[in-house]
């Protein structure tokens, strides 16, 4: 059973004059105990947005949040309790701490709302507990550091500790490496894997990079102007990307094997994809149809409709009318 549920989650935020911008749009997934779901797309896709609501920092204008089955509690006591249970891990552990305040500051605070009662040296040897889970060592040392006397990746582990310390069921983890060194990129997602083993939490990890996406994550979400284009395990998503989205996405993902020659046969690649977008494409109005048709080179006139999840493969959906009976065979990247 999912440990947290959403289903047909929306939310909108106001524009200038009136108008309304849909930034998540009926996105419904489960998350269960021990499982890692990561739900990629580039900067705007509404990912971020998809994190504060489910976090309750944005209002979501319909849809619903299950918590161990029940609605999330949406305000007072209620609210506080579901924000116990799901925690979020930010991308800027250096914004997301005070500078002021220390490390033990930092974690004595959530420690005191699930174990109030503890004061003195049960609360000293806590937070030492909690700052080795994260291999903050020696902790007795780092317990009285601030946050400017620390590196990056000290930051985000202690931004991680902090998240564990009410004990939750479930880490929304936000882009919680893109500001981090790349040495040190990969140290942080093994931690995250390893707590989420040890602690059996369910984690949802929100990211730009395919390639870690599939290393940490057994299923994927893509998400695209806030929906949901395409979704399945990862080895299928990764291997066998379907919606044209996600395959320029996976040409994009840095290849460990790839050779000066192949580079430049994939940028080469992508400038006449881009040139092959044309002018008629980029004027289509954006509102009905598929969303990505302004930079899709496959697009047809079945596209100004609005696309339905199609399977295709094993647990793996599109929403992309070249996998529908619609359209022309010969289309099919
Ligand atoms: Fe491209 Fe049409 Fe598929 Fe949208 S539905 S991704 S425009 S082919």
């Known amino acids: 059973m999912s440990v947290l549920e ?15 911008f849909r930034a998540v ?16 797309g580039e900067s705007g ?3 971020s947005t998809v994190v504060r609501a489910l ?15 029940k609605p999330a509690g949406r ?17 800027d552990p250096f914004a997301s701490l005070n500078p002021m305040h220390t490390v033990r500051h930092h974690l004595v605070r959530p420690l005191s709302l699930r174990q109030g009662h503890v004061r003195g040296p049960a609360m000293e040897s806590a937070v030492h507990d909690l700052l080795r889970s994260v291999n903050l060592t020696p902790p007795e040392e780092i317990a009285g550091k601030h946050p400017h006397e620390l590196s990056g990746g000290q930051r985000q582990r202690v931004a991680i500790a ?11 983890a936000d882009e919680p490496v893109s500001m981090l060194d790349v040495s040190i990129r990969l140290e942080i997602l093994n931690l995250l894997d390893r707590l989420k083993r040890d602690r059996r939490l369910a984690l949802l990890y929100v990211t730009h990079d395919l390639a870690t996406a599939r290393h940490f994550s057994s299923e994927i979400m893509v998400m695209y102007k806030g929906e949901i284009v395409e979704r399945g395990p990862s080895d299928e998503v990764i291997l066998h990307p379907s919606h044209p989205y996600t395959q320029i ?3 994009a993902a840095p290849d460990p094997t790839a050779t000066r020659e192949s580079l430049a046969a994939a940028r080469e690649q992508r400038q006449s994809a881009r040139a092959a977008r044309t002018a008629e494409h980029r004027e289509v109005a954006i509102g009905t149809g598929c969303r990505f048709r302004t930079r899709c080179t496959f697009a047809m ?8 999840d199609i399977e295709v493969g094993p647990g793996h959906v599109a929403r992309c009318w070249l996998y529908s009976g619609a359209a022309d065979a010969a289309a099919v990247p």
């Open 75 to 91: 305000r007072g006591s209620a609210l506080r309790a579901y924000r116990h249970k799901v925690q979020l891990v930010f991308q």
């Open 162 to 172: 902090r998240a564990l310390a009410t004990d939750p069921d479930v880490l929304l």
């Open 6 to 20: 959403v289903r047909n989650l929306t939310v909108e935020f106001g524009q200038r004059g009136g108008a309304k």
């Open 301 to 308: 006139d079945i596209c100004a409709q609005h696309p339905e």
């Open 25 to 40: 749009d009926g996105l419904s997934f489960g998350l269960a105990e021990g499982q890692t779901l990561a739900l990629v």
């Open 45 to 47: 896709s509404g990912k």
């Open 55 to 69: 976090s309750q920092l944005v209002r979501r204008r319909s849809g619903e949040i299950l918590l161990d089955g």
């Open 249 to 251: 996405l996976a040409n």
